[in-house]
């Protein structure tokens, strides 16, 4: 029986009917990493055969972890070679509740260390290709997961975004990426970046796949008080009452993008226009300025969370720390500390009320904005080192909305010249993912992503 | 706003601050590398933010607590404790002599 | 010594006494407990791990800010303070910076010693998490995060203490009040309070604030508070006078030899880079909640003071029983069984009978005493003879007065008379 490509409602059917038997249906997985996974270095670890899965709906379905997600005595590296043994006591209350509700943890994918980038380069245990072109970065720091879910070695993948971290290495890799409101889904076991910013996500194949294990990993978590008590909405029930919306495109998004990937994004503009939907021009605060304010917040941020790793009760001392983050955190003391305050940490989030209050105002006129998710297709390895601030840079696109905290998606809308993936993100209102999940659920239910998914499976067959 | 500037002991303070220990070469590179950054981030004062409150926390809720003695779900059993542990003694963490 | 004042603010840091630490459900007590046995991921400071407020911490500490006459503050927040230490699992500590949960108060101490009253001004009353504990070997330190994360209330005056004396006493009654609210032990050689002061001296002449202050730390009980600080204090004279200026540092306090010494560890000023706790919503207040919270204070010791005084207690004895919550617990059952004032007296004599003890000695003295009528009507003459003050106080409707007078008698008596026989007979005699 055919598995290739299927997706997660496919093998649950699959799996409901009898057709497959978890054990099955979990090696067949392990064999394609075993098969693929050298040449990808899309998992750091890979778990042979699967925990007792308990009884849910997700039937023992394998899922893939970002390794910033603990995993009790699974080990967690988050990608650095401080944590390169350790394993934590304990779960993230994410893999707990797919746990619970029946899915097996399949291994831990790649990232960039500490979640310190934008193509998985940075991260102590080598980068991850990207499947459409092994010379090619798969975008990051949720690379690992986005790349692993690309090539099918795994049927879904969970990432976590703090500025762009599953929404561009999903576009670069040709798959579906979520990161929900802030505050949607529990911090808690995912080690920490950007506290204010930290948001964990599902990374897919289909929309639908994100919509069920959004309504899975969201809501009220007791263990982490930035967790909003507002209610899960059925996200897969809704996405079946297909809607009519107001989209804004905002101009200045569309500044310092390269001209193909614009045309893709205008073309996946008229698909929705004929399915439709009213388009509207809109004018948000200039991502360059996003940019500052994020590099400023989440480096703060950083060079505190960061300070717990001094060797004492567990990892390695603190020369193990790569460049990237020594970087992020010498910045981060400076913009925190005493005299430059003022003039950093506070201005950044006094700018950041304005970004606020910016996509508040312009909610109320739209329903979605769209834009391209990234501003280039994947780049070439090692084009990174070029920047000292690489990662903001290339992520200027995603920055407005995730300082703001608003959900956003990233979705494949077509292949520019070099057969690499284009995505297009919608950026929704606070707590509407179910906005964003039914417009983009209406666009694959169009196009079916142009097939890109099973294009570049034939490059990665059983 | 001017142009930062980050001399070698800016670099130095700075790292003792962050509790890390940097080449020389590490010392150099950091100069620049940071000023690049620090002067870019400089757009910010192009912004009005006079009587703007600073955004702590873009979720809206106040009072989050948990209730005094209800059950502790998460103690940690001793093996769990020290299973990541380098350094220890008995029941206790050991670290160098700290003043 | 002449030329100069001390110029003394405290800080004073009181371990709460709840059930859970501040952050997470770990046991807060911690005494005794076998090394590490209780953490978890959140105190151990692990990767990933979230603090999330303990809410009776927050209301104790509030309750020791109202017993302070401090101003409770509507709106509040947590923030990060951040230095490397073994004993501080996340490399910060979680504390408050510019919103803390009170503000400015005040308190009036009795000195019994001086016999004087002072009044001090408490700056501010805020909530944070305390450390591990250090023990240090020779060539190691050991770590125990048993304690890391237990809640920590830090209470901090203005620099308006000039003397030693007035410290203790202040600390004394602070302690009192503590226990008084049930939020603490608030034991020194337990480490549940622990005082901080610091200290510096200035001209008599001048006015201003001196320019250095040097802080003092483990000063593990209270005899050691007055050692430790006068020690201080002689210290900074000798330099002054000899044309220097102390140094701004951080000194500890070695009990077995009474003296500060230089902590040359900590010789560059910190700079916590203070922001505040993403991980932690603010915190917001209502009258209301305010209302419950003074409602549910104990009646705290001076206003107990003040009632026991009007009760007809001699000032010593309603002093004592108003600062001894054994004392008041046992007055305050026993009072109705006969009068107040003798009452008192016999709690304080007793003090080590337990309560059952006390109510039999009461009703046994209860029994009517034989008076011998002759006698104690020369000992009313002589007293009222004696007492022009008392007995114009008393027309003039002072009814201590007469309080007093029957108590004059009753020492004339040397004891052996019914109280409310001298009360009546003084009373047709005053008519």
């Not at chain 1, 070695?153 to 929900?180: D, F, H, M, N, Y």
């Not at chain 1, 990993?217 to 263990?223: E, L, M, P, R, V």
């Not at chain 2, 059993?77 to 206790?92: A, D, R």
């Not at chain 3, 008076?371 to 003050?389: G, P, R, W, Y």
Request: overall charge positive.
């Amino acid at each position: 029986m055919k598995l290739l490509g299927k997706s997660i409602t496919e093998l649950l059917e699959l799996l409901k009917n009898k057709e497959i038997s978890e054990q099955d249906l979990f090696n067949y997985f392990v064999k394609r990493e075993k098969k693929y996974n050298s040449s990808l270095n899309a998992f750091l670890s890979l778990e042979e055969r699967p925990k007792q899965a308990k009884k849910g709906v997700l039937s023992g379905l394998p899922i893939a972890f970002k390794d910033n997600f603990c995993t009790k005595d699974i080990k967690t590296t988050a990608g650095s070679k401080i944590l390169e043994n350790f394993n934590p006591p304990y779960s993230a209350t994410v893999v707990e509740r797919l746990e619970n509700a029946g899915a097996a943890v399949l291994g831990k994918t790649n990232m960039d260390a500490w979640a310190h980038g934008s193509s998985t380069e940075t991260s102590d245990f080598g980068p991850t290709k990207n499947p459409w072109d092994l010379k090619r970065a798969p975008g990051g720091s949720s690379g690992g997961s986005a790349a692993a879910m690309a090539a099918y070695l795994t049927p879904a993948a969970i990432g976590s975004e703090t500025a762009g971290s599953i929404r561009q290495p999903a576009a670069w890799c040709g798959v579906v990426g979520l990161k929900p409101t802030y505050g949607r889904v529990s911090r808690y076991g995912v080690i920490a970046m950007g506290s204010s910013l930290d948001c964990p996500g599902p990374i897919t194949s289909t929309v639908e796949d994100a919509a069920l294990l959004l309504k899975l990993i969201a809501g009220k978590d007791q263990f982490d008080a930035t967790t909003t008590p507002n209610e899960v909405p059925d996200y897969t029930k809704l996405l079946k009452k297909p809607r009519k919306m107001t989209i804004g495109i905002p101009e200045d998004y569309f500044e310092g993008v390269d001209e193909e990937v614009k045309r893709k994004i205008f073309e996946a503009i008229e698909v929705l226009k004929k399915l439709g939907h009213g388009i509207k021009k809109v004018k948000l605060i200039s991502p360059k300025y996003a940019i500052s304010v994020y590099t400023i917040i989440q480096r703060s941020e950083v060079s505190s969370n960061l300070a717990r790793y001094d060797s004492i009760r567990f990892g390695n001392d603190r020369t193990h720390f790569g460049q990237e983050a020594k970087r992020r955190m010498m910045l981060g003391t400076y913009t925190l500390s005493h005299g430059y305050y003022d003039a950093f940490y506070k201005k950044a989030q006094q700018v950041r009320t304005l970004i606020v209050e910016d996509y508040k105002k312009t909610f109320k006129e739209v329903d979605v904005i769209i834009s391209s998710t990234t501003p280039t297709t994947a780049l070439k390895l090692g084009e990174f080192e070029k920047y000292p601030f690489f990662g903001e840079v290339m992520d200027m696109l995603n920055e407005p909305a995730a300082i703001a905290g608003v959900p956003a998606i990233s979705i494949p809308v077509g292949l520019d010249k070099n057969t690499l993936p284009v995505g297009l993100q919608i950026i929704g209102n606070y707590f509407k993912e179910e906005d964003i999940l039914n417009l983009a659920g209406q666009f694959e239910k169009e196009t079916g992503f142009f097939g890109i998914h099973s294009q570049l499976l034939k490059k990665y067959p059983d | 706003m001017k142009k930062a500037k980050l001399s070698t002991k800016d670099i130095l303070h700075l790292a003792k601050l962050s509790n890390l220990k940097l080449t020389s070469q590490e010392i150099k590179k950091m100069e620049s590398q940071l000023v690049e950054t620090l002067d870019y981030v400089q757009n910010l004062s192009e912004i009005n933010t006079t009587k703007v409150s600073p955004t702590n926390h873009t979720v809206n809720l106040t009072n989050e607590y948990f209730e005094d003695g209800i059950k502790n779900i998460r103690g940690l059993s001793e093996q769990q404790v020290f299973q990541n542990t380098k350094v220890k003694k008995g029941k206790y963490f050991s670290v160098k002599k700290v003043l | 010594m002449s030329d100069y004042i001390p110029v003394i603010g405290l800080e004073i840091h009181v371990e709460l006494q709840t059930k859970s630490k501040m952050f997470c459900q770990c046991s807060a007590d911690y005494f005794g407990k076998e090394p590490n046995s209780q953490v978890c991921p959140v105190c151990l400071g692990l990767p990933g791990a979230l603090p999330v407020p303990n809410r009776k911490a927050i209301e104790y500490c509030q309750l020791i800010g109202l017993a302070l006459d401090c101003k409770l503050n509507k709106t509040s927040k947590f923030d990060r303070k951040h230095y490397f230490y073994p004993d501080l699992p996340k490399g910060y500590q979680i504390s408050q910076y510019d919103e803390p949960l009170c503000s400015k108060g005040q308190i009036t101490i009795y000195n019994p010693v001086s016999k004087e009253e002072t009044k001090h001004e408490i700056t501010r009353v805020h909530m944070e998490e305390d450390t591990g504990k250090l023990i240090h070997k020779d060539e190691e330190s050991l770590v125990d995060f048993n304690r890391s994360g237990v809640p920590l209330v830090e209470i901090v005056t203005e620099p308006d203490f000039d003397n030693a004396e007035d410290v203790k006493a202040f600390l004394k009654e602070l302690q009192i009040i503590i226990r008084d609210l049930r939020v603490s032990n608030a034991d020194m050689e337990k480490g549940s309070m622990r005082l901080e002061p610091n200290i510096s001296l200035r001209l008599k002449t001048e006015k201003k604030l001196p320019a250095y202050k040097v802080e003092v730390k483990n000063i593990n009980s209270f005899n050691f508070v007055k050692k430790a600080i006068e020690y201080e204090i002689k210290r900074q004279v000798e330099i002054l006078e000899s044309g220097g200026v102390p140094e701004q540092e951080t000194r500890g306090f070695n009990e077995n030899k009474g003296i500060t010494f230089s902590q040359r560890s900590k010789e560059y000023a910190h700079d916590y880079r203070y922001f505040p706790e993403p991980d932690i919503p603010p915190m917001e207040f209502n009258q209301d909640y305010f209302k419950r919270l003074e409602q549910s204070l104990p009646e705290l010791p001076r206003r107990k003071w003040q009632r026991l005084l009007k009760l007809g207690l001699q000032p010593a004895d309603a002093f004592l029983i108003a600062y001894d919550s054994a004392l008041s617990e046992k007055f305050e059952k026993l009072k109705e069984l006969s009068d107040s004032t003798k009452i008192a007296k016999i709690i304080i004599n007793k003090k080590h009978f337990n309560l059952e003890q006390t109510k039999s000695f009461i009703k046994e003295s209860g029994k009517p005493i034989e008076t011998d009528n002759k006698k104690l009507d020369e000992a009313i003459d002589l007293v009222v003879n004696n007492n022009d003050k008392a007995l114009s106080d008393y027309k003039n409707g002072k009814e201590n007065a007469l309080m007093f007078l029957v108590g004059q008698v009753m020492k004339e008596m040397k004891g052996q008379a019914d109280a409310n026989i001298i009360k009546k007979k003084l009373l047709e005699r005053l008519k």
